[in-house]
C-alpha cells in the first residue's frame, strides 16, 4: 500500500443543521486519504462548497463563491500544486449540469446522496480527464457506507436519523434535492449516538428533513427511538429536529411527558396561520389542528416552549391571510421562530402559480411578523429572570473567564465560570435576559445531572 500523503481540506458549509452533519460525515470519509480539515481555503488541497437550495438566488452566490476559489485554484496551480474544487449539497443536485457549463474549472459535483462515494471521485478528479457528477439517488443508502469513524463533535452533536421528504409543499425544494425519505435503522442510530456520547457529547440533537416521520426498523418510531436512546449512560439531552405537525403522533407526545432527558423544546414550523394557504401550500393542516396539537402537548409537558417557521407572500396570500397568521403566532406565543418571504423556486408548483406578492407587499409583512416575533422571544426570555435552571455547559464564552451553554430551552447562556464544568449540567440563577440570550450565576459548582 502506498503511504498516505497528509492533505488539507477546507470546507464551507451553507444551509441546515444536516448540511453541517453531512459536511462532518465528508470530512470523516476523506480522513483515510489523509486529508485534514483546514480553516481557511488559501493553500487548500481540495475545497468543498456544501450548498443550500432553499431561498433566494441560492445558484448565484454558488458562482460567486467559485469565483473567489477559482482565482485561489490558480494561484496554487501556478505555484505547481493542485486544489480540489467541490460543490456538493442541495445545488449540486439540482443545478450540476449548469455548474459544470458555466464553472468548468470545478473537479466534482456531487449530491447529498453520494457522500460516501466521494473517495473515489476524488480519486478520479485526480486522475485528470474531466469534472466528475454524480447526482443520482444511488440504491444503497449511504449510510451504510460511511465510515463509523467519526471526528468527535464536542458536547452538542447531530445525528442525522432520516432524510428527504415525501410531502412536496408547494413551494418547498427539498423532495428535489434530498429525494424520498428513508429512515436509518434504530440500531445503527443507537449505535452511533453511543460512539458520540464515547467521544463526550452530552446532548444530541437528532436530525432529519421531517424526523418525527421516522420509521427505521427497530422501533415502532421516533417516540420509542427517543426512549431508547434515554437509556444510554451520560446522554443527558435528546432534541429532535425538523418536525413536521401531520408526524406528530401520540406516543411521540407521551415521550415529552415521560422522558425527562427529552428537552422541552420543540421546532414545529406551521408557515401560515390561514387555512386557504395553508391547503395551497399542500401542508394538510389547518392552523386550529396546529392549536389543538400545541395544546395536547402543552397537556404533556407544560414547560414546553415552541419554535417555528414562518413563510410570508406565498402566492395568493392576501392581507386577511397574513392576519391570520398573525393571529396565529398571538394565539400560540412562540420562544423563538424564523421567518421567511416566499422566494419562488424554479421547478416547484408555486413558482409558476398566479398571484405573485408583490415584493413591497411581503417586505411590510416580513417587517410586521419579525416584530412580534422579536416581541414574544424577549418577553420569553424575560420570564426566566430570577429562575435557576439546569445549563449544559458546551465551553468558554467569548469574554476570558467566562463559559457558555445552553439552557433546556435552547437559550445561550452566559457566566463566569471555570471551563472544567465543560459537559456538565450545572444549575444557574439567570441574573440578566437579553433577545437572543441570558446572563447567568452559578447556583453552586457542582454538576446536578
Ligand atoms: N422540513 C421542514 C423545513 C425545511 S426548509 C418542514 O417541513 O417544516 C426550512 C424552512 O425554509 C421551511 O420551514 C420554510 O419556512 C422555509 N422555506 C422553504 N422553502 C421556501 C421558499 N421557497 N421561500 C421561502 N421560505 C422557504
Ligand atoms: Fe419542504 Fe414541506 Fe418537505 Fe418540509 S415538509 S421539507 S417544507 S416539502
Ligand atoms: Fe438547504 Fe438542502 Fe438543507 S436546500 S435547508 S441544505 S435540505
Request: a neutral charge; glycine letters at 8%.
Amino acid at each position: 500500500m502506498s503511504p498516505v500523503i497528509p492533505k488539507k481540506l477546507h470546507m464551507i458549509t451553507w444551509g441546515c443543521q444536516m448540511n453541517v452533519y453531512d459536511s462532518g460525515r465528508m470530512e470523516d470519509v476523506l480522513a483515510p486519504l489523509g486529508y485534514a480539515p483546514t480553516l481557511a481555503p488559501e493553500g487548500a488541497d481540495m475545497v468543498i462548497l456544501n450548498t443550500c437550495h432553499i431561498r433566494d438566488k441560492a445558484a448565484e452566490k454558488v458562482f460567486s463563491e467559485l469565483g473567489r476559489l477559482r482565482l485561489l485554484k490558480l494561484e496554487r496551480e501556478a505555484a505547481g500544486g493542485k486544489m480540489i474544487l467541490a460543490v456538493a449539497g442541495c445545488v449540486a443536485q439540482a443545478e450540476g449540469a449548469e455548474i459544470l457549463a458555466r464553472a468548468p474549472y470545478v473537479d466534482i459535483v456531487l449530491g447529498p446522496q453520494t457522500y460516501h462515494r466521494l473517495p473515489e471521485m476524488v480519486a478520479r478528479a485526480s486522475r485528470a480527464g474531466g469534472a466528475v457528477i454524480e447526482t443520482d439517488f444511488p440504491a444503497e443508502q449511504k449510510f451504510d457506507f460511511l465510515p463509523d469513524a467519526a471526528a468527535p463533535q464536542g458536547v452538542t452533536a447531530f445525528l442525522t436519523i432520516q432524510e428527504g421528504c415525501d410531502k412536496f409543499c408547494s413551494f418547498c425544494v427539498v423532495p428535489y434535492t434530498r429525494g424520498a425519505e428513508a429512515s436509518r435503522p434504530a440500531a445503527d442510530v443507537i449505535a452511533e449516538a453511543r460512539r458520540l456520547v464515547g467521544q463526550a457529547a452530552r446532548e444530541i440533537t437528532l436530525l432529519g428533513q421531517n424526523v418525527n416521520a421516522w420509521h427505521g426498523a427497530g422501533a415502532r418510531g421516533l417516540g420509542e427511538l427517543v426512549r431508547r436512546l434515554a437509556e444510554i449512560d451520560g446522554l443527558a439531552r435528546i432534541r429532535y429536529t425538523t418536525s413536521h405537525p401531520r408526524d406528530m403522533d401520540d406516543d411521540l407526545i407521551a415521550a415529552h411527558a415521560e422522558v425527562p432527558a427529552l428537552m422541552p423544546f420543540l421546532h414545529l414550523p406551521v408557515q401560515s396561520g390561514s387555512d386557504r394557504i395553508l391547503a395551497a401550500m399542500n401542508r394538510k393542516h389547518t392552523a386550529d389542528d396546529y392549536r389543538a396539537l400545541v395544546a395536547k402537548l402543552r397537556a404533556a409537558r407544560a414547560d414546553l416552549a415552541l419554535s417555528s417557521d414562518f413563510i410570508v407572500g406565498h402566492p395568493g396570500e392576501t392581507e386577511k391571510d397574513f392576519e391570520a397568521t398573525m393571529q396565529l403566532i398571538r394565539d400560540i406565543g412562540f420562544a423563538q421562530a424564523f421567518s421567511f418571504k416566499y422566494s419562488p423556486r424554479p421547478g416547484t408548483p408555486a413558482a409558476g402559480a398566479g398571484q405573485q406578492v408583490p415584493e413591497a407587499e411581503k417586505d411590510q409583512r416580513i417587517y410586521a411578523v419579525q416584530a412580534l416575533l422579536r416581541e414574544q422571544q424577549t418577553a420569553f426570555n424575560a420570564r426566566c429572570l430570577g429562575l435557576t435552571v439546569p445549563v449544559l455547559v458546551t465551553g468558554p464564552g467569548r469574554h476570558d473567564g467566562q463559559i457558555g451553554g445552553r439552557s433546556p430551552w435552547l437559550q445561550p447562556v452566559h457566566t463566569i465560570g471555570p471551563v472544567s464544568l465543560t459537559g456538565s449540567v450545572v444549575p444557574m440563577k439567570i441574573t440578566a435576559t437579553h433577545p437572543n440570550s441570558l446572563t447567568a450565576t452559578l447556583e453552586q459548582e457542582r454538576a446536578c445531572a
